[in-house]
């Protein structure tokens, strides 16, 4: 996080920063141990908000997309519901409309498939943008 800010004062936002931001609250929330399924959805409220206003100003970027659909995948993870997944399907299907992006597409069944899955958990932990290089200590 230290390493975030000093960029972000040094060279200001930007899409891969917000992204990347996205992704450190929402491994936070899937990975963090000891705290609770409450504090989990909280860590993820904060990342959907960031993402919403990232996507705000960068909304072609398709990565910036992809990390607010995994918001929802772990949200949907961990709470059942499919509310900001949704939210974040939608605008990633808009923005494959409006861009024509083919690799669009992809990550839309993709999410599509881990969420569908019956192996659910097992995709999401294989699959996820956030498997950021943690070791279990």
């Known amino acids: 996080e230290t390493e975030i800010r000093i960029f972000e004062k040094d060279f200001g936002q930007d899409g891969p920063l917000a992204r990347y931001k996205i992704m450190l609250l929402t491994a936070r929330a899937a990975k963090s141990k000891g705290i ?28 910036l997309l992809a990390a607010y659909c995994e918001v929802g995948i772990q949200h949907h993870q961990i709470t059942g519901e499919y509310t900001i997944y949704d939210l974040a399907i939608k605008e990633m299907k808009d923005a494959e409309d409006r861009i024509g992006d083919p690799e669009i597409s992809k990550m839309v069944s993709r999410f599509e498939q881990m969420l569908n899955s019956r192996s659910f958990e097992e995709d999401v932990s294989k699959n996820s943008l956030v498997n950021l290089n943690t070791s279990e200590e």
């Open 36 to 63: 609770l399924n409450e504090d989990r959805i909280v860590i993820l409220q904060k990342a959907q908000n960031l993402a919403t206003q990232s996507i705000s100003k960068y909304p072609n970027n398709k990565y």
